[in-house]
């Protein structure tokens, strides 16, 4: 009897699973940046996404993109105007690198960023306007 209570006790420690996420503290804080291709011809946002991710590795590096966390969602690419998440540390880097893209493919371009947010809905907000 008193072996049976113990292996339930055992049983019951053991299935609860200890918790894995990470403390709102310690995550790592995001920003999203808005940004405006402005070309005589429209590009594709495959295009335009790769090229702003390899002119932030040529500014940067492979480390400062690793560190930067700099992510391009295709789906908010559309229109010559798209979202860049990055690391909230490293916004000026994005920024700069923006500033370095001056051709998309073959097409000559400047991309400028319209506005910073730590929110997506209000990013999104920037690219309506």
């Known amino acids: ?13 053991m299935n609860k ?10 995550r790592e804080k ?3 940046l808005a940004f405006e291709v402005i070309s005589q011809k429209p590009v594709a946002s ?12 040529s500014l940067h590096g492979e480390l400062g993109a690793a560190s930067a966390g700099i992510h391009i969602p295709a ?3 559309q229109n010559k105007r798209g979202i860049i998440r990055v690391n909230h540390a490293s916004l000026d880097l994005a920024r700069a690198s923006l ?12 991309v400028r960023s ?4 730590g929110s ?8 309506a306007a």
């Not at 495959?46 to 991710?53: F, G, K």
């Not at 997506?120 to 690219?127: D, E, Q, S, T, W």
């Open 17 to 26: 699973r200890p918790s894995l996420r990470l403390i709102p503290s310690l």
């Open 99 to 110: 500033c370095m893209v001056q051709r998309i493919g073959a097409e000559p371009c400047v």
């Open 46 to 57: 495959a295009l335009v996404s790769s090229t702003v991710n390899q002119a932030f590795v």
């Open 30 to 32: 995001k920003r999203y």
């Open 75 to 77: 789906a908010l690419v």
């Open 120 to 127: 997506l809905k209000k990013a999104k907000r920037y690219l």
């Open 1 to 13: 009897m008193r072996i049976e209570r113990d292996l339930t006790w055992y049983k019951g420690v």
């Open 114 to 117: 319209v506005g910073a947010s």
